[in-house]
């Protein structure tokens, strides 16, 4: 393989897949696995070159787009919130994505977890005025299919890298991810805005670590991929739309096909204990439920609607970690033992009369 590459090299690489003049290409990007590009002798020379063949391809009507992700509410709080600066928060995505930060006309999602880069005529239309999710309903990998001539191009990369993953894992429903609130501080022309966010979080065990290489591997096999070599490792592209439909279809069919796996419960069902304190009934069981924090998802509530199901009018109703119920997602579960938190099952009870 012919380890070393050039300017034009990438430019007819990205023709050879399919890229054209006022095409919006969502860009993944490794370029340290291409080798040496001629000319070029340091990193920010190296993303310079890549840049300039991309806006030369696919000219001023294209729009590229390219994540950013900084993940900056992961371990952010209410007691410690942490903050998103579209315009300073460094991207964890790669050297790439930081130096497009700096180029004039760039914008960014102001999404806390997960944002995107946008440069061309349509990239305000994706990008702007977003919901508080990452993956869920009118998120940006959503909105790219409302737009015409739209690709997923992949630089250094294999097939097995799909962009909007996780956004077909929550369309499918996929039992080994859940919805999940984080709160922070968003910074907008230097105010703050301090908000909840919903993220869609894989459970806490191996099997659930995401995998696409099945996926890649049969959209390569459906001739969904055109790929042409450059330097030591290859470009690929596929339309963007073709190539959604087909791994949400193949997702919905087989809903651990995005994991590592294989198939296992993660969702802690809650045991029903052998025994029940007495309770004087029902005034001061009923005294004792309303001091409780309800929001937490510990046992004791659990316990405490077990009992008045025994002795009053009440009907139980169960939620899973990350459900909707009303306008709240349901929580995890802490495990005080070693301090994390597990997907579990949350109790409701309902009067009935």
């Known amino acids: ?20 003049r006022g ?18 002798n340091d990193g920010w020379s190296l993303n310079r070159v ?12 294209g729009t590229i787009f390219l994540s950013a992700y900084s993940y900056s509410f992961a371990d952010s709080n209410r007691d410690l919130p942490r903050l998103f600066d579209p315009l300073t928060t460094p991207s964890k995505t790669g050297a790439f994505s930081n130096f497009l930060l700096q180029e004039k006309g760039v914008i960014r999602s102001l999404d806390p977890m997960m944002s995107i880069l946008g440069l061309g005529p349509n990239s305000k239309i994706v990008l702007e005025n977003i919901p508080s999710t ?6 940006v990998y959503s909105r790219l299919l409302n737009l015409k ?41 230097n105010k703050i805005r301090y908000l909840d966010w919903n993220y869609s979080v894989r459970a806490p065990i191996k099997e659930s670590r995401a995998d696409a290489h099945q996926l890649g591997r049969l959209a390569v096999d459906a001739a969904l991929w055109k790929s042409s070599p450059l330097g030591r490792a ?7 739309t073709e190539l959604f439909n087909f791994t949400l279809a193949h997702t919905k069919q087989n809903n651990w096909i995005s994991a590592v796996g294989p198939k296992r419960q993660i969702f802690r069902k809650r045991q029903e204990p052998n025994a029940l304190p007495a309770h004087p009934w029902p005034s001061q069981l009923l005294r004792e439920y309303a001091q409780k924090i309800r929001g937490l998802m510990d046992d004791e509530i659990f316990h405490l609607l077990i009992a008045a199901k025994k002795s009053l009018p009440v009907k139980l109703f169960k939620f899973k970690s990350g459900e909707n119920l009303y306008d709240c997602v349901v ?6 033992k070693n301090n994390k938190f597990y997907p579990s099952e949350m109790y409701v009870g309902l009067w009935c009369l």
């Open 23 to 40: 095409d919006n290409a969502y860009f993944t990007v490794s370029l340290g696995m291409l080798g040496i590009c001629e000319g070029i």
């Open 134 to 139: 990452s993956f869920g309903k009118n998120c």
């Open 149 to 189: 001539k739209t690709k997923c191009v992949l630089i250094g990369l294999g097939p097995n890298w799909v962009p909007f993953l996780h956004h077909t894992d929550w369309l499918a429903n996929v039992p080994f991810r859940y919805d999940k609130m984080f709160f922070g501080g968003i910074v907008e022309k």
């Open 50 to 61: 890549f840049f300039d063949a991309i806006k030369h391809v696919v000219g001023e009507q």
């Open 331 to 336: 929580p995890e579960e802490p495990d005080s």
């Open 234 to 240: 290859k470009i690929y592209s596929s339309d963007y």
């Open 1 to 20: 393989q012919k380890t070393t590459y050039s300017y034009q090299d990438i430019c007819n690489s990205l023709i050879d897949v399919g890229l054209e």
